[in-house]
């Protein structure tokens, strides 16, 4: 993966620049957005909606004049070239098929609008159509089609021009759970045959992460992360863009203890309301400025009360517990700690037991209030 | 945006303004200067001794009253009649529903010719009652009373309260009627407390509509109430024409211009809220089919005779056009259009008013789509503080009069007021705001999105419109030319003050007609109100072939 901030060797398809929007003054919607998206990379802008994603893509694609800030496209400024000129496709969230025209004439349309020839616009259709699995559906109107069947069409429709750079904005959001899930996988393989460079906007992260080479997580009109999914997944850059990706249990934690003359074998210690850590456990290098510890959910496991391990061993309240087939969710207040915290954690519905053999656990070993000793795994922390 | 694009847009949408500026708000502008200032000083001592009179009161309590028994008498007909369209479903409805409306769209002077036609002295009902009873006498004498004022009234605007209560009635939720009665509302409560009160925002906006309508009644008063009866859009026209009382003509055309503005302002505000989206249903879930034979009859009866009474007048217009006199059936009163013989009234052959009439209202439809368009595209734009005041700007004409209009044009046109396109400028006046009421809703409705498609895929501004616009609009843009259309051919207040005699409209044409004494005037009025029924008739089939669902107000 290419990192963003250095300088790549070949200059990026797309380069935004400082770019600032408000639709009402002094209310921006982005603010100073830097962004470079390199030939043939699906980049996925990830956030909640009214973090200012689709209104990036809008803004790029000329759909809406930025205050400040800059539009490179293959080298050229973008600011004087209108919408139709742009080099750019765009597939709009609820897809805004032409209801006059049938299937086929809604893929042809901007293949006309470049003035190719009959047979080449005839061609090029039947071939789109196919790409997207809709081969012999030119004559059919939109409206006797499926949600997921206009989706294709949306699709061949914005690629059949082959632009330069496509923008998806939540392609997949007016459809129903299995479908999405079904054609996320779908579009990315699409995509990637054609070999198109994408923007996809989508606020699902499962969805982001199926479908990006790289995924830029945004909030309140920043970039909060610019990164590959793994490193996204593994190291969210801020506090939101942990809670974000579904993840609850973020502590906490007192600058580092000035024991400059501890010996350097032993990484800082941290002071976390569950009691010191070890830094070097949980990997290395306290990132400068770190706030917060990161707990993820699979990092607990149950243990009998006296036995001694490594990391961190808590005793805590249960809470309420819910099944969630291969896992239990559970949810636990601290009884040891100075001050109680409630964390959140996933553990195996299985357990394994000394005999050998997995056996389930049971409703009665999750009861309310019992109280269970935890130890936490710090390879599954991560400092922010 | 290219320069070009910056200059020519503020042009273009300054073209209705423009426009209304001089076809509308000057004469007006001349009218209250007629009515105030004369001869280098305010003249208020002449508008105070007539406000002072019995004779002004008289007006204004008169044209007050009979637009509320009119409205009470549309209402009492139109109520039951929407309740039917609303919750009933049966065969042939759609058909039902689009007769009802044609009374709506006929012109006033052939309504009334279409009255007198049936009640008149010389009606089909007086002659089969002196038949069958072998009178001497025609036993019904209506023509010259209230009563036939208020029928015409209430045949006029049946279908408003259909449409506009019936639309609302049949969006209503059947479950919030049904959760009273579960909470154990019986039928009559259920009525009060719950369907009337949901109902009462178009209710009463459709009254108001229809009390404005009656209470700028022109045509059907003139002709059908004789001298005794004169709404103040009658006595405006009597003081202008009859007595060339220009300043009394103006200042009551002034009296008139506040009261239906406060009335539009009002309808304005009830049409909002009778168009709030108040969990509707589709028609399809609320109506239901009714099971019993017994319910069925009822239902067939009653809708029968509704019809009856909406058609009787225009059926007989046609027959009597055909049979008046004592020579059986005839096509001379229509073969006599095309004569001019010297004891004829008219200055010219009255076939000739067919070809002005058409003529003018081409005319008319061009320029009312062309202004209207225009002014729906800038209504349609965001709204900002800048243009917030437009809207009521643009639908101002819809509350003036039209004889205000035509004296407005007598007054400030100075040597053009004879001039020939003053006529179909008039018409444009009164048709454009209804063009913009047809097209405004369609094109708020399309997809900004889908202008934005076609611009992404490669499609400059003007093939966007030409590619998206033109034909998802086309079919609006159809209603609002019939409509303009239809308007121009029975406008008559207007046309009345502004045609000059030699280029006489259909409806000028029937009311000379209907005014002058004898057999064949009267035959020559009832056969060319027959051919304007007609050609409204079938312009009304033109729209209902295309309107789009219910968008729209008319």
Known sequence: MTDPSAPSAVAPLLQVEKLTKAYVPGEPVLRDINLAVASGEIVCLLGPSGCGKTTLLRVIAGLEEPDAGRILYAGADQRNVSVHARDMGFMFQDYALFPHKSVGENVAFGLRMAGQSRQAVRARTAE???????????????????????????????LAPSPGLLMLDEPLGALDRTLREELMGEVRRILKAVGVTALYVTHDQEEAFSVADRIVVMHAGRIEQDAPPQVVHDHPASAFVARFLGFQNLLPIATVPADDSADSSAGPM???????????????????GARLLLIRPEAARFVAASAPLPGMVIRCVLGDSSYRGSHYRIR????????????????????????????????????????????????LMTLL | MTTARRIALPLLYALPLVFLAVFFLYPLARILQVSFYADGRWMLDSVGRLTGSRYFWRLIWFTTWQAVASTALTLTVGLPLAYLFARYDFRGKSVVRALTTIPFVMPTVVVAAAFTALLGR???????????????????????????????????????????????????????????????????RLFWEVTLPLLWPSIAAASLLVFLFCFTSFGVVLILGGAR??????????????????????WLSLVQMILTFIMMTLYTRLQARASLPLESRSQARTAVTLRTPMARLFLALTLGMALLLLLAPLITLAWRSITLGDNGVTLAYYRALADNPRQSAFFVPPIVAVRNSLLFAAATTLLSLLLGIISAYLLARPRTRRTAWLEPIFLLPLGT???????????????????LWLTPVAHTLIAAPFVVRTFLPALRSLDPRLRESAAVLGAPPLRVWLEVDVPILFRAALVAATFAFTISLGEFGASLLVTRPDTPTMPVIIYRALSRPGQLNYGQALAMSTVLMIVAGLSLILIERFRIGDIGEF
């Not at chain 2, 009866?229 to 103006?250: C, G, H, K």
């Open chain 2, 122 to 188: 010389t009606g089909l009902i007086n002659v089969l009652l002196q038949q069958l009873l072998d009178l001497e006498q025609p036993p019904i004498a209506l023509l010259g009373t209230i009563w036939i004022i208020l029928l015409a009234h209430a045949f006029f605007n049946v279908s408003v309260i259909i449409r506009a209560v019936g639309g609302f009635w049949s969006n209503l939720n059947p479950s919030l009627e049904e959760a009273a009665a579960v909470l154990g509302a019986n039928r009559a």
């Open chain 1, 128 to 158: 789109m159509l196919e790409l997207v699995a809709l081969g012999g559906y030119g004559e059919r109107s939109v409206f006797d089609l499926s949600g997921g069947e206009r989706q294709r069409v949306a699709l061949a429709r914005s």
């Open chain 2, 401 to 419: 009069s039209a004889v205000t209009l035509g004296l407005g044009y007598i007054l400030a046109m100075g040597p053009w007021r004879t001039a």
């Open chain 2, 229 to 250: 009866f004169a709404t103040l859009e009658v006595e405006i026209y009597r003081q202008a024409v009859s007595l060339f009382d220009l300043p009394a003509a103006a």
């Open chain 1, 332 to 379: 636990v207040t601290t009884a040891d700690t100075p001050e109680p915290v409630a964390l959140v954690f996933d553990v195996p519905a299985y357990r394994l037991h000394p005999d050998g053999r997995r056996r389930p656990v049971t409703p009665g070993d999750l009861a309310r209030n019992r109280q269970v000793t935890l130890a936490l795994d710090p390879s």
């Open chain 1, 270 to 288: 941290l002071e976390t309301p569950l009691g010191p850590l070890d830094a070097a456990a949980i990997g290395g290098a306290v990132p400068s």
